[in-house]
């Protein structure tokens, strides 16, 4: 608690206030501290929020200030609020800080102080809430908090606002226990359900009474309601009496105080941070003859829409060079100059814009050589395998320096032609070159996927830009941030960014379609593609034609699971399960901004420019098509198919007219090249025929902005988009708004048959635009027929395609298509907790583990401890992948084995001998429980004493035994009667075998499973579910159970006897303790597994040692632990008391970092060993005291030593084991004798020379136990 108090004497006590300040005007790394007046040299007290509570800041605990006597005029705590940035001393709050909504109110009372005070100098200003000092135009302003207001030993809240020191102070009264102070109690009476329990109780006499517990009437049901797409309510007014809060620190404590919160629905106000990357930033910038910098919003781009969110956008500027294409004929310049680059920040701070400073030539190798030609091709489903140069020839040398020489071969090649009379082909073949360099799918191997090829620089210079972003989305993002990344080119940025805020939700937007998994699969670089884009949050695209290819990369590439997943708000999202997480999977299709559009539309240039390209083509029907000059956008498929109309229906010819706006695309390389050259040959081939039909123009994306485009598309009556394979394309939908007017009867008025739209079926908007005319581009007569139809077309169908074109284009605007998608991002669920997620993995394989909360690494020294405390253990290891690698790993391994053309894998002598040594460990009962034969176990294990054995998941049973080499005594979990089943299983399995290839079925003693983990993933799961379907049917009848799992190894379908798991194995192990031991009750568990099948087994024996803590903490009048993990079956353990202790204490642990039911983890089997032989040094370690009641045993003949071994011969007896014969050795080593000398001298260590302890073994070997049982093992 800290303290402001000086010495109280007798200033009538203490009371304990919470400081809480609404500050929405903080900048990024700025933070808030309190600071008392008159004590500028201590130590202030910082303020923190979280993202639920912003923008409220609150100290973490209550601060002590001494109440002084209350008859003194001055009796006033003062104090005010200091930023720091960056950990420095920035300024005092200021009245700036005020929030809008109280700006004014707020002024108005400082400027009436201010007055007062210059008018009256000698004027009492302790009433007054604003300190004046020096001069009047340097405000230091105070908040005062009466101290007559509080009591002694209370404990209050004050609320206050940045920058307002008026009024009367915001206290809230607080009557919590002595011995709680957290803020999450402090904060209560900002909770809606608190505050009318406040409400109901009118004689409170203000004063909040908390239970603990409380009956079931008092919980409040929480309520789930589907979300909805909707803008976001009001922001809350700053004083939050009438208004719920969402205080984490409450939600902390609800739990113990026997109130439930109710969750609140998904909104986005203007509390919501956002920080949004793209490629480039969505402005303008400007750079006058004296060198100052000006911008304005690109209203084109998507994301320059204006929010009443916190949005901060991050990208590179696009200024001169910004391609690294500088000289000749490139730029004159190379990006913006690095000695102007901070007068650019200040220009863009005020769009909260924040750039991306990277190097022209590393940013034109990512954007041109990766996104342009090896991304952009594969996402439009364009693969080469054949050379795409003239010649043909094969594949040339290319300097790792020609790229910034040689990219501005299309323009130049572009120059040369315009001067000529065509293309020019030494230019054309040097092109070809490099960009099939580019784009070639036999890749020589380089340093990052390869020995130095031309690819592997290109994926250096993606994944630096890349790692570029991350540094400055860091430096913009506060917690609770939503971050938003769009396009192909940032697709690897959510991998780096969950390193440094893992905890942040990411979502990614795609704009390009994306491609099926046969073409996405020949990237060299798909699975860093694919984790990258996994470890977003969402994942999102305008359509679910491209979400579900997506899906269908991430199932067949990386063997993952996706489908429809509840949410928190009672509905159901499609995601993709990925090591413990869910990724959700968005598609929705976004608009354009009408407001926008129609003032430009109304501008007086536009509609001058209108009626100029109409009264040019006077009594023509219009055609327009606005298309970049690269292939995907089937420039020439459109060109032919008014070509083949036109040789049909003669008689339109003069009457109509299309004009075809070609946009330079020059980092398209050859293609552009070849794109143009075809056009511009199909152009003169149809004028030469029909005169004037044609009108093309070509011009830079610079000379088409949206003020010339919509004044085409006002001027056009049918516009035309045939791309054989596009992603967003908005022009239909410009073009439907352009002509919404149509639709009314002055509109009408001028008989124009228009707003109608020729649309390719392969474009993104034909699914919304579904008032459209939608053809197939690659058929022409399809294209030459829509001529015709939209020509003799009636009025009242017409009409009717308008109106079902306009209404999308209202309806989803851009506000409402990213209103929508940032609700399901914020919407997705990410635990608060840091330790819910881990990272595994190194470079560009790191990946965000979803684990459940305190899952870590096992700790060796407190499971050694609890190891050498307790008397009666159980200890349950696995056989695969835990004692042995695993033979699942490979699927050629898994086919052979099971095939039995190759044995299984042993353990080694190392572990043999191990596991040895812990069953001569009377106190220990192990067990190794495997989903293997009997006879793979007693291969390998038979020969070890005292080790129980459990075959097939527990199936067969056999007990320990003391015997060595022995032949083993099996018996059954089940009762294993009738086993026709396998022959009618094995029938119907090679009728599916026989039509699934990479399919085969693997028999062991007790069960017969299907596997399709060679086969086609999605064939193989469909088969599998139906063989599922089959056998359910055809055995009925039997007691089988019919399992369909290992989804994430390949999968497979088991049919295999009723009731048999390795959870119920280690019941029935636990049920038997004291048939094969001297104690009835364990009190310490080690249960050891890695795979889905011991999930059962880890599930189970956690619940148990759960139980047993449980027990003992309520017990000892403790607060409970928090709950099991949601992800984890429960089952009823209850059959188990008897056998447990009070004080057991049980152990989970899964081998391999991933999500399981499992408390603990080791990373591979070798720590598995390491582990095992520790407490293997526990078991062997001598004892070196002993108690009177142990000395009396042996000086009367043997005592409790002797008990043990007399009970285990009278057990060994009755199960028909052999007798124990015990030694003449008593037990910890010491020999009988009745002389104290004998009995010492026996514990006399020997002397050894001091060593290093080069492993663990060796550490926990020289470590002395001078303390007994109880001293700590470490």
Not at 322 to 350: F, I, Q, T
Not at 448 to 459: F, P, Q, R, T, V
Not at 613 to 632: H, P, T
Not at 757 to 772: D, K, N, Q
């Amino acid at each position: 608690m800290k303290d402001f108090s000086v010495a109280s004497n007798d200033h009538g006590g203490v009371a304990r206030v919470t400081f809480r300040v609404r500050c929405e005007t903080l900048g990024y790394g700025e933070a808030v501290f309190l600071q008392q007046q008159g004590q500028e040299n201590r130590k202030l007290i910082p303020l923190f929020t979280t993202a639920s509570a912003y923008p409220w800041y609150a100290c973490r605990s209550a601060i002590a200030i001494s109440l002084q006597s209350q008859e003194s005029p001055n009796n006033l705590f003062t104090y005010r609020y200091a930023i720091y940035r960056a950990g420095v001393f920035h300024r005092y709050e200021q009245l700036s800080d005020v929030p809008k909504e109280l700006h004014n109110n707020s002024t108005n009372t400082n400027d009436n102080d201010i007055n007062n005070n210059k008018n009256n100098n000698n004027s009492d200003n302790d009433n007054e809430n604003i300190a004046m000092i020096g001069n009047t135009d340097e405000l230091e302003l105070y908040h005062e908090l009466p101290l007559k207001l509080l009591a002694n030993g209370e404990t209050y809240v004050v609320n206050d606002v940045l920058g307002v020191t008026t009024g009367h102070p915001d206290i809230d009264h607080l009557k919590v226990r002595a011995n709680n102070t957290s803020v999450g109690e402090l904060s209560m009476m900002h909770s809606s359900s608190i505050m009318n329990s406040f409400k109901s109780n009118p004689n409170s006499n203000n004063s909040l009474s908390l239970k603990t517990g409380g009956s079931s009437s008092h919980l409040q049901k929480i309520k789930t309601t589907k979300k909805k797409v909707g803008f976001a309510p009001t922001p809350p007014s700053y004083h939050q009496h009438s208004q719920p809060s969402s205080d984490s620190n409450f939600s902390n404590h609800n739990s113990n105080n026997g109130y439930l919160q109710k969750k609140p629905p998904v909104h986005l106000d203007s509390t919501d941070g956002l920080v949004v990357a793209s490629a480039f930033l969505p402005v303008h910038l400007h750079r006058s003859d004296s060198g100052e910098w000006s911008a304005d919003w690109d209203y084109e781009a998507l994301l320059s829409m204006q929010t009443h969110l916190r949005v901060t956008r991050v990208g590179v500027v696009k200024w001169r060079g910004w391609h690294g294409n500088k000289g000749a004929d490139g730029s004159p310049e190379a990006g913006v100059p690095v000695n102007e680059r901070e007068r650019v920040e200040a220009c863009l701070r005020a769009f909260n814009c924040v750039p991306v400073w990277v190097e022209p030539s590393l940013f034109g190798e990512m954007y041109n050589g990766f996104c342009k030609g090896v991304l952009w091709p594969v996402l439009h489903n364009v693969t080469s395998v054949y050379s795409s140069r003239p010649d043909g020839g094969g594949g040339g040398t290319i300097s790792n320096n020609s790229f910034e020489s040689n990219i501005s071969s299309p323009r130049q090649a572009y120059h040369e032609s315009k001067r000529g009379t065509g293309l020019n082909t030494d230019a054309l073949s040097s092109v070809s070159t490099q960009f099939s360099e580019y784009c070639m799918d036999d890749i020589s191997m380089g340093t990052i996927h390869g020995d130095g090829g031309k690819e592997a620089s290109l994926w250096a210079a993606y994944t630096a830009v890349n790692r570029k972003f991350v540094e400055t989305i860091v430096q913009c993002f506060n917690e609770g941030d939503l971050v938003w990344i769009h396009g192909f080119h940032l697709l690897i940025l959510p991998s780096f960014l969950t390193r440094r805020i893992p905890m942040a939700k990411v979502g990614l937007f795609l704009h390009t379609p994306f491609p099926s998994s046969e073409i996405f699969r020949t990237l060299w670089c798909r699975e860093d593609l694919l984790r990258g884009m996994l470890n977003a949050d969402q994942v999102g695209f305008h359509l679910f034609e491209y979400a579900r290819h997506f899906l269908t990369c991430c199932r067949r590439l990386l063997g993952l699971k996706y489908g429809m997943i509840p949410d928190e708000s009672g509905g159901h999202n499609l995601a993709i399960e990925t090591n413990g997480r869910h990724v959700a999977v968005t598609s929705i299709h976004a608009g354009i901004e009408p407001p926008i559009l129609n003032q430009v539309l109304s501008h007086h240039s536009t509609i001058q420019k209108a009626i100029s390209i109409r009264n040019q083509f006077q009594g023509k029907v219009i055609f327009c098509a606005i298309d970049r000059m690269e292939s995907l956008k089937g420039i020439p498929l459109k060109l032919l198919g008014i070509e083949r109309f036109l040789h049909r229906c003669p008689e339109w010819v003069g009457k109509i007219v299309l004009i075809q706006v070609g946009i330079s695309a020059f980092e398209r390389g050859d293609d552009y090249l070849r794109t143009r050259n075809e056009v511009l040959g199909i152009v003169a081939n149809i004028n030469n025929i029909w005169p004037g039909t044609i009108q093309f123009q070509e011009c830079s994306e610079a000379e088409m902005r949206l003020p010339q485009r919509m004044a085409l598309l006002r001027a056009a009556d049918v516009v035309m988009v045939t791309p054989i394979r596009d992603g967003l394309n908005l022009i239909p939908l410009e073009y439907t708004l352009a002509h919404q007017d149509a639709l009314t009867e002055q509109g009408q008025a001028d008989n124009r048959k228009r707003g109608l739209c020729i649309l390719s079926e392969f474009s993104s908007c034909t699914r919304v635009m579904r008032g459209a005319i939608h053809v197939n581009p690659w058929k022409i007569s399809e294209i030459a027929n829509s001529f015709h139809l939209t020509l003799n077309m009636s009025e009242d169908e017409r009409m009717r395609r308008l109106s079902t074109a306009s209404d999308f284009v209202t309806r989803v605007t851009t506000q409402r298509w990213a209103l929508a998608v940032l609700l399901d991002l914020k919407g997705v669920h990410k635990n608060a907790d840091v330790g819910k997620y881990s990272g595994a993995g190194l470079g560009l394989g790191y990946r965000l583990l979803g684990m459940d909360t305190g899952f870590n690494s096992l700790e060796i020294g407190a499971v050694a401890k609890s190891y050498k405390k307790s008397r009666a253990r159980l200890i349950l290891m696995d056989y695969g992948g835990t004692i042995v690698s695993n033979d699942n790993l490979d699927n050629l391994s898994r086919f052979q084995v099971a095939t039995k053309t190759r044995a299984y894998s042993i353990p080694t002598k190392r572990m043999i001998d191990t596991i040895t040594a812990l069953c001569k460990d009377k106190r220990n009962i192990v067990f190794i429980v495997s989903g293997k034969e009997r006879h793979s176990l007693t291969r390998t294990l038979n020969d070890i004493p005292n080790l129980g054995l459990a075959a097939e998941h527990g199936m067969f049973i056999s007990w320990p035994t003391p015997a060595h080499g022995q032949k083993r005594i099996w018996e059954t979990l089940v009762p294993d009667q009738d086993r026709s089943w396998r022959s009618i299983a094995i029938t119907v399995m090679e009728v599916y075998t026989s039509r699934t290839h990479g399919s085969y079925i693997e028999e062991t003693e007790m069960k017969v499973l299907w596997q399709y983990r060679d086969a086609d993933p999605e064939f193989g799961y469909l088969q599998a579910r139906e063989l599922e379907d089959h056998l359910s049917n055809v055995l009925r009848s039997f007691s089988v159970d019919i399992l369909h799992g290992g989804v994430e190894e390949g999968g497979f379908v088991e049919v295999r006897p009723k009731g048999v798991n390795k959870g119920v194995v280690a019941v029935h192990i636990l049920r038997n303790m004291p048939k094969i031991s001297t104690w009835e009750k364990i009190d310490f568990a080690l249960v050891l597994g890695d795979d889905h099948c011991d999930e059962p087994m880890l599930s189970v024996m956690r619940q148990i040692g759960r139980r047993a803590t449980d027990s003992r903490r309520a017990r000892n009048r403790e607060p409970p632990l928090p709950p099991m993990p949601a992800t984890m079956i429960l089952v009823d353990i209850s059959s188990c008391d008897d056998f447990v202790s009070s004080n057991a204490v049980a152990y989970t642990c899964t081998v391999g970092k991933k999500p399981s039911a499992a408390a603990n983890y080791l990373h591979d089997v070798d720590e598995v060993q390491e582990f095992l032989d520790s407490l293997v040094k526990v078991s062997t370690t001598e004892k070196k005291s002993f108690s009177s009641v142990d000395l009396r045993g042996l000086q009367q003949g043997g005592g409790f030593e002797k008990n043990i071994f007399q009970e285990n011969n009278k057990l060994a007896s009755n199960t028909g084991w052999q007798q124990i014969k015990s030694s003449q050795t008593r037990g910890f080593g010491a020999t009988r004798s009745l002389s104290m000398g004998n009995f010492a001298n026996s514990f006399s260590p020997e002397v050894q020379t001091p060593k290093v302890s080069a492993n663990l073994n060796e550490f926990l070997t020289t470590i002395e136990d001078d303390d007994g049982e109880e001293a700590p093992f470490f």
